[in-house]
């Protein structure tokens, strides 16, 4: 059976730092094409935030996390965290691990296994 975990998540004033971790169970993160976070905030679709391409290791993020946030994995821990700096009230958001695309990356209905979420508020 196949749990992503995360953790990470709190409430933290703009302009603060959070560090967002999923730990999967009986799946292997390398196994698959991309690794992505996504997230949802109330009354809004659930949209990518940051995706890790495994065959080349590169890295993409949507236009308002660049520069702030970092995705990254960590194959000995099977993880994939995100760091997020200079944090923004538009930020705020229930954050989802996701991992399996069985198409495109950036498509949310492409991913089979998601985690429970880890929710992150930021105040201004």
């Known amino acids: 059976q196949v749990q992503l975990l995360e953790s990470g998540g709190d409430s933290v004033q703009a302009g603060g730092s959070l560090r967002l971790s999923c730990v999967a169970s009986?799946?292997?993160?390398?196994?698959?094409?991309?690794m992505a976070w996504f997230r949802q905030a109330p009354g809004k679709e659930r949209e990518w935030v940051a995706i890790?391409?495994?065959?080349?290791?590169?890295?993409v993020y949507t236009d308002s996390v660049k520069g702030r946030f970092t995705i990254a994995q960590d194959n000995a821990a099977n993880s994939l965290t995100l760091q997020m700096n200079n944090l923004k009230p538009e930020d705020t958001a229930k954050y989802y691990c996701?991992?399996?695309?069985?198409?495109?990356?950036?498509?949310?209905?492409?991913?089979?296994?998601w985690g429970q979420g880890t929710q992150v508020t930021v105040s201004s």
């Open positions: 009986g799946y292997t993160y390398s196994s698959s094409n991309c």
């Open positions: 890790l391409y495994t065959g080349g290791g590169s890295k």
């Open positions: 996701v991992a399996e695309a069985l198409g495109s990356c950036r498509n949310a209905v492409s991913y089979t296994y």
